[in-house]
């Protein structure tokens, strides 16, 4: 149907002009007004199908501002979900199932393991997973995707000597030879090894994991992590036609371990795929203390990992904001932060078109980076979801200096920092929206303790944050975001208004339907 009508609903514009309203008219995939039932109505064409919410909410679609889709769509299809296993035990059983039921696989892959919820208190090493894998290689991700355990079989397949690569670590076992460990930089031995998806099971991971974002209400989100075979992939599903959710692809730098940059991507914009923007990581993840931190984590000497070097960071960096690209640099700790601050800082003079840069995730700013940022206009894009499924890591592993101001949103927004929300899915399990927002607001973990109160936001704030934030990180918020005319028309319908309901039952509101470009995909 080219022109809809919605009307006797609740209406969230996030438009500060005019934030409430009853009624939106939509033709040829666009806002055509927004406004009063009575007025529009008057005003509507021939032939417009109209649509009664019955007082149900209509606001815009959400947006995840950092979600590896394909990785999603992984777990979905392919790779087994290790995520909520309890002890090691049952990852290995779940592992030997696995196996069983994939016997030509040339390696066992899963991913999502916690060690804080694994009744061990501890990380699992080759000699548990020599168990169950005797010969069968075996690569499982923890759930950050910043360290790995592999069996002994796989170590088999590095033959050469073992040389750790720069922002990497490979751990030993007490017999001091390695246990099966890798971080960061490190997993990138594993690289030439580990099977590669083809372009096809590509597809059917990117087609699996839109369709369980439109069902929670999404209708744009971030890849930013994207090889160039898989970019590729976007680019054909772009021009089939097959993509239902708009894709903003953030092209990977530099192959993890790798010394040798990728080839810096041409740009490329479209209503459903958008590549601007390069992709760097300077740092690894708090949940499994590798973002690289000025002072140690809690009773250990461990600082993190620090990924990247000054000057080779600052000349990729120049050679792609060069190019009209925009940069997101991955950085949680606050020696990271401090990197890329100071790259973004050095390469700004020559900055001529007036490119605003991003941070993932952005974990332990101080006050002074928050400021430089806000001069900078450098753009947040965050994760308050981590505050629920890893915050236990965090209390574990933080100094109480450090755990005051962890993911501190109250801070970005009243710095004047632009604030972006995002999942980081697979890294956590739960990607709807709301869960974002009602951990935004309560700032609470699975086991109900609460991280750095102060730092708390409200919801409308953390709506925003999801819709309108989340489209200027990808620099598309005069195309959506917001329910303005000439906009396009992707919404979602909710049963119950997000800003009215009680925050412990904001998870609870149900994604009636979802809309993009006018039409009906949820």
């Keep these: 149907m080219d022109q809809v009508?919605?009307?006797?609903?609740?209406?969230?514009?996030?438009?500060l002009q005019q934030p409430l309203a009853d009624a939106v008219w939509v033709k040829s995939g666009c806002i055509q007004a927004v406004g009063s039932e009575a007025v529009l109505h008057a005003q509507l064409d021939p032939g417009t199908e109209q649509?009664?919410?019955?007082?149900?909410?209509?606001?815009?679609?959400?947006?995840?501002?950092?979600?590896?889709?394909?990785?999603?769509?992984?777990?979905?299809?392919?790779?087994?979900d290790l995520r909520g296993v309890t002890s090691i035990q049952l990852l290995l059983e779940q592992l030997a199932d696995f196996a069983a039921a994939n016997p030509a696989a040339p390696w066992i892959l899963a991913r999502g393991f916690n060690e804080?919820?694994?009744?061990?208190?501890?990380?699992?090493?080759?000699?548990?997973?020599?168990?169950?894998?005797?010969?069968?290689?075996?690569?499982?991700?923890?759930?950050?995707?910043?360290?790995?355990?592999?069996?002994?079989?796989?170590?088999?397949h590095l033959k050469s000597t073992l040389i750790t690569p720069i922002g990497g670590e490979i751990r030993l076992g007490e017999d001091g030879q390695p246990n099966g460990v890798f971080t960061e930089t490190a997993l990138g031995l594993f690289h030439d090894?580990?099977?590669?998806?083809?372009?096809?099971?590509?597809?059917?991971?990117?087609?699996?994991?839109?369709?369980?974002?439109?069902?929670?209400?999404?209708?744009a989100a971030t890849d930013p992590a994207v090889a160039p075979d898989l970019l590729e992939v976007y680019r054909q599903m772009e021009q089939a036609g097959e993509?239902?959710?708009?894709?903003?692809?953030?092209?990977?730098?530099?192959?993890?371990?790798?010394?040798?940059a990728y080839p810096l991507p041409k740009r490329f914009t479209s209503n459903f795929l958008n590549v601007q923007a390069v992709k760097f990581f300077a740092d690894g993840g708090l949940s499994g203390k590798t973002a690289a931190l000025f002072n140690p984590y809690k009773n250990t000497q461990e600082q993190g990992v620090l990924r990247?070097?000054?000057?080779?960071?600052?000349?990729?960096?120049?050679?792609?904001?060069?190019?009209?690209?925009?940069?997101?640099?991955h950085a949680i700790g606050d020696q990271a932060i401090e990197l890329v601050l100071m790259v973004y800082e050095a390469i700004e003079k020559s900055n001529t078109s007036g490119l605003r840069h991003r941070i993932e995730h952005l974990g332990l700013p101080s006050a002074d980076h928050l400021s430089r940022m806000r001069k900078l206009g450098t753009l947040c894009v965050s994760q308050?979801?981590?505050?629920?499924?890893?915050?236990e890591n965090f209390?574990?592993?933080?100094?109480?200096?450090?755990?005051?101001?962890?993911?501190?949103?109250?801070?970005?927004?009243?710095?004047?920092?632009?604030?972006?929300?995002?999942?980081?899915?697979?890294?956590?399990?739960?990607?709807n929206p709301l869960m974002g927002i009602q951990s935004a607001v309560t700032r609470m973990t699975a086991k109900m303790r609460t991280i750095a109160p102060q730092e708390s936001i409200g919801c409308a704030e953390a709506l925003h944050a999801y819709t309108l934030g989340a489209a200027a990180a990808s620099g598309a918020d005069n195309k959506m975001g917001s329910l303005e005319p000439g906009k396009w028309a992707d919404f979602v319908i909710l049963d119950r208004n997000p800003l009215t309901v009680s925050i412990d039952q904001l998870k609870d509101v149900k994604v009636l339907q979802t809309w993009v470009g006018g039409k009906r995909e949820f």
């Excluded at 792609?320 to 940069?327: E, K, R, S, T």
């Excluded at 101001?405 to 920092?417: F, I, N």
């Design 5 to 15: 009508f919605f009307f006797n609903g609740q209406l969230l514009t996030q438009n």
């Design 51 to 80: 649509i009664d919410l019955q007082g149900k909410t209509l606001l815009p679609a959400f947006n995840d501002a950092h979600i590896h889709l394909w990785k999603v769509g992984d777990l979905l299809r392919y790779q087994l």
């Design 116 to 156: 804080m919820t694994l009744a061990d208190g501890r990380m699992p090493t080759r000699l548990d997973l020599d168990v169950i894998l005797p010969h069968r290689p075996c690569f499982i991700l923890r759930t950050c995707a910043h360290i790995a355990v592999v069996n002994t079989a796989a170590l088999q």
């Design 193 to 219: 090894f580990l099977p590669k998806p083809t372009p096809e099971a590509y597809r059917n991971m990117i087609l699996a994991a839109q369709e369980k974002l439109l069902s929670l209400g999404i209708a």
């Design 243 to 260: 993509l239902k959710i708009r894709v903003n692809a953030i092209a990977m730098a530099v192959p993890d371990g790798g010394t040798v």
């Design 308 to 329: 990247l070097e000054f000057d080779f960071f600052k000349k990729m960096a120049t050679q792609a904001q060069a190019v009209g690209l925009q940069i997101a640099t």
């Design 384 to 391: 308050p979801i981590f505050l629920e499924e890893l915050g």
């Design 395 to 431: 209390i574990q592993y933080l100094s109480d200096d450090y755990l005051a101001h962890v993911y501190p949103y109250r801070s970005v927004l009243d710095a004047g920092v632009a604030l972006a929300f995002s999942s980081d899915a697979p890294v956590v399990k739960d990607i």
